[in-house]
């Protein structure tokens, strides 16, 4: 009869400690991080389309919004409002716009290590599809007929134009006090499509420079990581 | 740190090795209008035709303001024209002079259209053909092929002329 007590007490102490350990296990299998978890989210704004303007034609400001899943993925929106204010020397030809551009796209974190915890400060990889909607006026000196003689003026206000563009490049992205961050990114934009008008092709692309086939861009962002996952 | 250096400096290469401006300038803003001769033979009913040179000479003037200025010399074997369109007028006149007939009024009208092609091109003047009227004493007749010019190398107008 011992025996039979001992042996089911001994039953019962070890479903006892092994429902617990099972529970436990249960638990860190259903805990297992997503590679996709949401973690935060981070809010930045670009500095660099403010100096650029001291060396260049045109000028912008950008905010975004970059949501962190797992520490891998980093989707993104970017809104911002550009412009330029020219007149050209060669030509004498006067261009102004200032437009909203938008952005999305993906963070891609090279630094993401699976199964280690990540490091603060990464190398990542970014990807958008951009597009902005603009009105400009334009106007140059009479074009002077070199046949026939005599001059056409030309000026043009409020001309509709649109253009839409790819974006690649690498970035970092360092953490400097608490909550706030520091990055910059530098890019390759290739121009998708534009829409001209029936008297001039679109001068200037807010969010992207001037209307060439390609060129490259940079952003270098304050960035704060908003209190809350 | 020695691969971050490598990686930088490659993208720094290939970005200016990338970048692309697209500009394709034309040396001067004027794009030009391109006449094709064809013959014009009467078989029957039906008009036989085909690319056409002029065997003698031609001579080509643009009446600007009342005045004749000569834009095609006494051509020999002409079969082709590129010819200017005005840019402050919708109607131009041509005038056509054989050697051996009689000469031929061409009356080009068209649109002007002014148009900025970039900051690194500058300015070009394009225009739109809207109607042809002609004399007929060699020129049996004519018709739009391409109704917009610029600096493409496309055939605006097609002439027919009289063996």
């Not at chain 2, 070009?124 to 007749?141: C, F, K, N, P, V």
């Amino acid at each position: 009869m011992k025996i039979l007590n001992y042996i089911l007490l001994s039953s019962f102490l070890l479903l006892a400690t092994a429902v617990p350990a099972a529970a436990q296990e249960k638990r860190d299998t259903s805990t297992e991080e997503s590679p996709l978890k949401f973690k935060g989210l981070m809010l930045s704004t670009d500095i660099f389309g403010y100096l650029y303007s001291f060396i260049e034609d045109g000028t912008s400001g950008e905010i975004a919004l970059e949501a962190n899943l797992g520490d891998r993925f980093f989707p993104v929106v970017e809104a911002g409002y550009g412009g330029v204010d020219f007149t050209d020397e060669n030509f004498g030809i006067h261009y102004k716009t200032n437009a909203p551009f938008f952005r999305a796209g993906l963070n891609y974190n090279f630094s993401y290590v699976k199964g280690k915890a990540q490091r603060p400060n990464y190398v990542y990889g970014a990807a958008r599809f951009a597009c902005s909607k603009m009105d400009y006026d334009i106007s140059s000196p009479p074009l002077h007929d070199p046949v026939w003689g005599g001059e056409l003026p030309f000026s043009r206000n409020d001309v509709n134009g649109f253009a839409s563009w790819l974006e690649l490049g690498v970035g970092v992205n360092v953490k400097i006090w608490k909550n706030f961050r520091m990055g910059w990114c530098v890019r390759y934009k290739a121009r998708i499509n534009v829409v001209n008008s029936a008297n001039s092709n679109v001068g200037y692309i807010p969010g992207f420079g001037r209307n060439r086939h390609t060129c490259f861009g940079a952003t270098y962002s304050l960035i704060y990581e908003l209190p809350f996952k | 740190m020695r691969h971050i250096s490598a990686i930088l400096t490659a993208i720094v290469l290939f970005i200016t090795a990338s970048c692309d401006n697209g500009a394709d300038c034309n040396i001067n803003n004027v794009a030009y209008n391109r006449i094709q001769l064809y013959s014009a033979i009467a078989d029957g009913d039906t008009i036989v035709s085909g690319k056409y040179s002029y065997p003698d000479t031609l001579t080509v003037k643009l009446v600007v303001n009342g005045n004749d200025s000569i834009i095609v010399n006494r051509l020999v074997g002409a079969s082709e024209l590129q010819l200017p369109i005005c840019f402050t007028q919708e109607c131009d006149t041509l005038v056509f002079e054989y050697s051996g007939a009689d000469n031929d009024t061409l009356y080009i009208e068209h649109t002007n259209i002014p148009y900025f092609v970039s900051s690194d091109c500058g300015m070009a003047m394009y225009h739109h053909l809207t109607g042809l009227r002609h004399t007929h004493s060699l020129i049996d007749s004519a018709a739009i092929k391409e109704a917009f010019i610029n600096y493409d190398w496309n055939e605006n107008i097609k002439l027919y002329i009289i063996e």
